[in-house]
Each structure stands twice: as C-alpha cells, then as structure tokens.
C-alpha cells in the first residue's frame, strides 16, 4: 500500500517511511525528494488536526555536543518547530543525556553503567536516541536534519494512527544500484513509548557491548572504534534495522 509521504530531510535525500507497528503492521510510505525552493503545505489554520499518532508523543528529541547548535541547525530547529506548533523540542547536553538515563533506567542498572562508562561520542549518541525513545516516546532528529512540506500531524495515515508504535525511513533507496545493504536510517525515528522493536535494539547493543569488553579484556571505558567496528554496525543503521526485523520474526536484507 502506497501513499504520498512527508518530507523530512537530510543533505536533500530522498527516503521511504515504514511504520512498524505493535500488531506486527508493515506499511510503506514513500517521501518526497526535499525541494528548498517548492512552496509549503504548512498552514496554521490546519493545527486542528489530530495527532500523528495518540501512541506518539509530540516532542522532538535532539542533542547538541559541547559547541552547541550551529546556526544551520538553529535554523532548521526554528523551522521545523514553526511549521509544526503542537510540537515541543527537547535539547539534551552531554549531562542531561547521562541524567537522564540515570533516573529512567534505575531498574537496569546494566543499561546505566554502560552508558555512563562509553566515551566514544557517536556510540553514546546512537545509544541515547534509543534510550529516550523507549522511555518517553517522541521523534528523534539529527542536528543535521529539517522538516520539510508535510507536517508532521500528516505523517501518518489516518487509518494507521491508531496502531502505528515506530516509524522509521530507508536509507539510500534510490539511486545506489542494487549492489547495496538496504537498512533503515537512524537520524530520524518517531515512536511510542514501550516500543518493542527499540527495546530489542537496546537489548543488542548491550550485547554487543559485553561481547566486545570480553573480546579485548577491557571495560566499557576503555572501548574503542578500533574494537567495536563499524558504527554502522554496532549502534547505527543496521543495528536498528536488524532490531526492528528481529522483532517481527522476519529476517533483514
């Protein structure tokens, strides 16, 4: 089932949304390739429309290093927020990632000390999206990502609202040929609370992380990229496509 998808951009790439939902549901939903100069959808006398989903909630989750946000991803922020007024951002900092996880993993004292002990930025990074997501919900952007045309009330079709629990987007699906591993992409995920497929993509990386510390006979702290590999593999893109396959009992390609 085919429909006209959002647009929700990065380096101008054109992606396709999945909507992975609770009941086992697959439904494809192609985006359109962003086009700065192309006019908007976006119109404020339209925020009375409902929810993406009432499983999602409206807050968009992102996370700055120690400079901060740039002006291009200021920009971006401020548009995204503008043409989307029912959402709220959330900017997490270095130590509000690790507080955060802290007070919300309590009852996974393995999750906090892992994350707590990583010191590879782009690991722990990868890490907390899946984190936040799973306790609060929300959408997870990149400071490199922009909402494009479609707001994001329109996301997802009104007869999948009800059940939709993750959304997520294929990464580089056109113009790669067909020599190429299809994954989904991790700069832009949307989900409800208690999503399954994250809990299982969190559960993963935890293995990942012990099989690695056994490997080389060091503690998390002292992990490396040299030990853990691809990040790609380890934390990102494919970690979470395989997640999400995994928990639908399907094998990834």
């Known amino acids: ?40 959808t976006y119109d404020p006398s339209r925020e009375g429309f409902q929810p993406a989903s009432p499983r999602i909630p409206e807050k968009i989750w992102y996370k700055v290093g120690p400079k901060g946000l740039s002006n291009q991803s200021h920009e971006w922020l401020h548009d995204c927020l503008h043409k989307n007024p029912a959402h709220r ?41 899946y984190l936040l997501l799973f306790a609060e919900g929300g959408i997870w952007a990149d400071l490199d990502v922009s909402c494009g045309d479609v707001p994001i009330r329109e996301w997802i079709p009104e007869t999948l609202r009800a059940k939709a629990g993750l959304v997520v987007g294929w990464e580089f699906d056109v113009g790669w040929g067909e020599n190429f591993i299809r994954q ?63 928990e639908l009992g399907i094998g990834s390609q």
């Not at 085919?2 to 494809?28: E, K, N, W």
């Not at 993509?201 to 060091?218: A, L, P, S, W």
């Open 1 to 40: 089932m085919l429909a006209q998808g959002p647009t929700f951009t990065r380096f101008s790439t054109a992606s396709i949304f999945i909507l992975l939902c609770l009941f086992f549901i697959l439904y494809y939903h192609p985006m359109r390739q962003a086009t700065p100069e192309g006019p908007s």
């Open 89 to 129: 951002a959330q900017i997490m900092t270095d130590d509000t990632g690790d507080q955060y996880v802290q007070e919300n993993y309590g009852d996974r004292p393995d999750i906090v000390d892992a994350y707590l002990s990583l010191t590879v930025p782009i690991l722990k990074a990868d890490f907390l999206r």
């Open 184 to 246: 989904f992409e991790s700069w832009t995920i949307m989900a409800a609370p208690g999503s399954p497929h994250l809990l299982v993509v969190i559960d993963d990386i935890m293995d990942g992380i012990r099989q690695k510390t056994e490997e080389y006979g060091v503690p998390v702290s002292e992990l490396t990229l040299d030990m853990t590999g691809d990040v790609i593999d380890f934390t990102g893109p494919r970690r979470l496509t395989r997640g999400g396959f995994e």
